[in-house]
């Protein structure tokens, strides 16, 4: 019997040192609010981490549901976040967009990770989903002699925070339009950026030919719907259940539906904008845009044509590859003289309304009239 109070003595001695061993003396009290998780910007007071991440607790915000459809979105896989570099980064990384919303410098971010949740909110942080910024967004402008514009769009003010153009040199000027009037082009991303979205929809930032008459702009761009929600307001429109793959948090508007195309006609078909639309081709909108595209294509690759405007160097203006990509054929080595300068405005345009990639839906009318005065223009002798 001894023996066995013995070896139950040494059991009960055993469970307390070592349940008592695998904790050290408590050390000092960290400062109120302080907490050793990683994070951008910290944690507000009372986070609940399940309200989120737990399916079960979230019928608020649906973050799983919306990682998802971020997962499919351009955003996720098509944001370049490999140009990470200070000059870039501030829109192509969610490190980089979190500097410049907070007013910080824009640094290098090897490590970086395409713009994502916390790019466009600050949860952990605020406590909620709002937006990081819905002031005013000003948009340099690309053309000699016309102002920088202002884009206010509700909440499509934080897309256009990245939306809009970058620098460009030489910029074209309309009232160069003398034979005495040269533009040398040395650099083959001669263009106001891919992200011309914001400049499109509020009609600004193409150029306008001096003795053409441009009539104004399309309903999007002053839809009070539109100045009040921005891009959201389509790109982010519900999807019709049995399709995650459209609108929310992917921000797709045409997508791949067991392989027959689809397109996501919530944000249209609602009050204050169409009645009943059942093509993202409203009016043939598209097919116009497309048609007049790949007639100043063909113009701008045909020597014939555009050899009557350059200086030294005769060769198209335009470069295709396999894959249909375009180039300018312009180099420091080699660069594109075009004369009259104001001609440059048709080269100008074309990739305006094509890196807008909308093919002509945010601003039909804009869009179809600066390319059919860009044809016009290269068809004058």
Same mark, same amino acid.
């Given at each position: 019997?001894? !023996?066995?109070?013995?070896?139950? &003595?040494?059991?009960?001695?055993?469970?307390?040192?070592?349940?008592? &061993?695998?904790?050290?003396?408590?050390?000092?009290? &960290?400062?109120?609010?302080?907490?050793?998780?990683?994070?951008?910007? *910290?944690?507000?007071?009372?986070?609940?981490? #399940?309200?989120?991440?737990?399916? @079960?607790? @979230?019928?608020?915000?649906?973050?799983?549901?919306?990682?998802? /459809?971020?997962?499919?979105?351009?955003?996720?896989?098509? #944001?370049?976040?490999?140009?990470?570099?200070?000059?870039?980064?501030?829109?192509?990384?969610?490190? &980089?967009?979190?500097?410049?919303?907070?007013?910080?410098?824009?640094?290098? %971010?090897?490590?970086?990770?395409?713009?994502?949740?916390?790019?466009?909110? =600050?949860?952990?942080?605020? *406590?909620?989903?709002?937006?990081?910024?819905?002031?005013?967004?000003?948009?340099?402008?690309?053309?000699?002699?016309?102002?920088?514009?202002?884009?206010?769009? #509700?909440? *499509?003010?934080?897309?256009? /925070?990245? %939306?809009?153009?970058?620098?460009?040199?030489?910029?074209?000027?309309?009232?160069?339009?003398?034979?005495? +009037?040269?533009?040398?082009?040395? $650099?083959?991303?001669?263009?106001? %950026?891919?992200?011309?979205?914001?400049?499109?929809?509020?009609?600004?930032?193409?150029?306008?030919?001096?003795?053409?008459?441009?009539?104004?702009?399309?309903?999007?761009?002053?839809?009070?719907?539109?100045?009040?929600?921005?891009?959201?307001?389509?790109?982010?429109? @519900?999807?019709?259940?049995?399709?995650?793959?459209?609108?929310?948090?992917?921000?797709?508007?045409?997508?791949?539906?067991? @392989?027959?195309?689809?397109?996501?006609?919530?944000?249209?078909?609602?009050?204050?904008? %169409? =009645?009943?639309?059942?093509?993202?081709?409203?009016?043939?909108?598209?097919?116009?845009?497309? =048609?007049?595209? +790949?007639?100043?294509?063909?113009?701008?690759?045909?020597?014939?044509?555009?050899?009557?405007?350059?200086?030294?160097?005769?060769?198209?203006?335009?470069?295709?590859?396999?894959?249909?990509?375009?180039?300018?054929?312009?180099?420091? *080595?080699?660069?594109?003289?075009?004369?009259?300068?104001?001609?440059?405005?048709?080269?100008? $345009?074309?990739?305006?309304?094509?890196?807008?990639?909308?093919?002509?839906?945010?601003?039909? !009318?804009?869009?179809?009239?600066?390319?059919?005065?860009?044809?016009?223009?290269?068809? !004058?002798?």
């Amino acid at each position: 019997m001894n !023996k066995i109070y013995f070896a139950f &003595g040494i059991a009960l001695l055993l469970v307390v040192a070592i349940a008592g &061993g695998c904790r050290g003396p408590e050390g000092p009290a &960290g400062p109120p609010g302080e907490t050793t998780l990683l994070n951008l910007e *910290g944690f507000a007071e009372g986070i609940n981490c #399940g309200d989120c991440h737990n399916p @079960d607790q @979230d019928s608020v915000y649906f973050v799983w549901a919306k990682k998802y /459809q971020w997962d499919r979105s351009k955003h996720a896989y098509g #944001g370049d976040y490999e140009r990470n570099t200070a000059s870039c980064a501030g829109c192509h990384t969610t490190e &980089g967009f979190v500097e410049a919303m907070q007013g910080k410098t824009v640094v290098n %971010h090897v490590d970086a990770s395409p713009p994502g949740c916390f790019a466009c909110h =600050a949860p952990h942080a605020r *406590g909620d989903f709002s937006l990081r910024k819905q002031t005013p967004v000003t948009i340099m402008s690309n053309i000699v002699g016309v102002s920088d514009a202002t884009f206010d769009y #509700g909440k *499509g003010n934080l897309c256009v /925070q990245c %939306h809009k153009t970058r620098s460009m040199s030489p910029r074209p000027d309309p009232t160069k339009s003398s034979v005495a +009037d040269t533009i040398s082009i040395t $650099n083959n991303r001669w263009y106001a %950026h891919y992200g011309v979205q914001g400049q499109m929809l509020m009609g600004e930032g193409g150029f306008k030919f001096s003795d053409y008459t441009y009539t104004g702009n399309s309903f999007h761009t002053n839809s009070n719907i539109i100045k009040q929600e921005g891009c959201i307001s389509c790109h982010m429109a @519900d999807a019709t259940a049995g399709s995650g793959i459209a609108g929310g948090h992917t921000m797709n508007i045409r997508y791949e539906f067991h @392989d027959a195309p689809q397109s996501l006609l919530g944000g249209c078909n609602q009050s204050g904008c %169409h =009645a009943n639309i059942n093509t993202i081709n409203y009016n043939g909108v598209q097919t116009t845009v497309h =048609a007049y595209l +790949d007639t100043l294509k063909t113009m701008m690759t045909d020597t014939a044509i555009v050899n009557k405007f350059n200086v030294g160097a005769k060769k198209a203006w335009l470069s295709i590859n396999a894959e249909g990509a375009v180039t300018i054929n312009a180099s420091s *080595g080699s660069p594109l003289k075009i004369r009259p300068a104001s001609r440059s405005g048709a080269l100008y $345009n074309f990739l305006f309304v094509e890196h807008d990639l909308s093919e002509g839906i945010h601003n039909s !009318k804009y869009a179809i009239e600066l390319l059919k005065s860009s044809v016009a223009e290269l068809r !004058k002798p």
